[in-house]
């Protein structure tokens, strides 16, 4: 397995690249921004782990012109941005996780296991299939079109079956997060595709 790592701390850098390989991982090092988007175009990685406050063009940014581009990598923010505006632009632009600075490497690697772990299966949940490499929808056989909230809202709840995904958790996928506008996009979810989404008090939302 082959990662892009975008960090510009050369100590925090050295340190996780060395325990990565030691855990069977080859890893290419971007100091900024501009030099990960040469590096995502000459090579082909099984996952990116992106810093945002990177010199140049941030993670971020970085991350939504690739997405732009039809490239579905899936996508580990490590910031220490934890602020609910910065962790939501993360989600927004396309990642597929976000993990918090200062954190264990054991836990990262556990993250990055359970990504690439799942880069050659797909989901299949009664009526819907779901593509973890491209991350599409389809539905009776059919490409699914949504518009991108909706999209990330029943991808995680069918990623997530039969455990319930946390309020918190569904907040993140919103533009606007709200308790409201959770609301109304799962009401439109399950009047629009017929599907039964349950609320578990205290808890979020699981899909039946």
């Known amino acids: 397995m082959k990662l892009l790592l975008l ?3 050369p ?14 991982y080859e890893v290419d090092w971007a100091k900024n ?27 971020v940014d970085l991350l939504t012109a690739l997405r732009d581009a039809e490239d579905f990598t899936p996508t580990i923010i490590i910031s220490a941005m934890i602020d609910v505006g910065s962790v939501t632009k993360g989600f927004i632009a396309g990642a597929d996780d ?8 054991e836990e990262l690697l556990i993250r990055i296991k359970a990504k690439t772990a799942m880069l050659k299966e797909k989901i299949v949940f009664k ?19 949504l518009g ?32 409201l506008a959770l609301r109304v996009n799962i009401a439109k979810l399950k009047k629009n595709l017929s599907i039964e989404v349950k609320n578990i008090r205290g808890v979020g939302y699981k899909i039946i």
């Open 148 to 179: 991108h909230v909706q999209k990330n809202l029943l991808f995680s709840l069918i990623q997530n079956y039969p455990n319930p995904v946390t309020r918190d958790e569904l907040l993140l996928l919103l533009d606007k997060p709200t308790d």
């Open 98 to 105: 976000y993990v918090k600075k200062p954190f264990d490497p």
């Open 7 to 9: 960090e510009d701390d």
């Open 33 to 59: 921004g501009e030099e990960a988007m040469d590096l995502s175009y000459d090579n082909t990685y099984s996952l990116y782990l992106f810093d945002i406050n990177v010199p140049l063009l941030n993670g």
């Open 127 to 145: 009526d819907f299939e779901i593509d973890l490499r491209s991350q599409e929808i389809c539905y009776q056989n059919e490409i699914l079109y």
């Open 11 to 24: 100590n925090l850098s050295k340190t996780l690249i060395k325990y990565l390989k030691i855990n069977g």
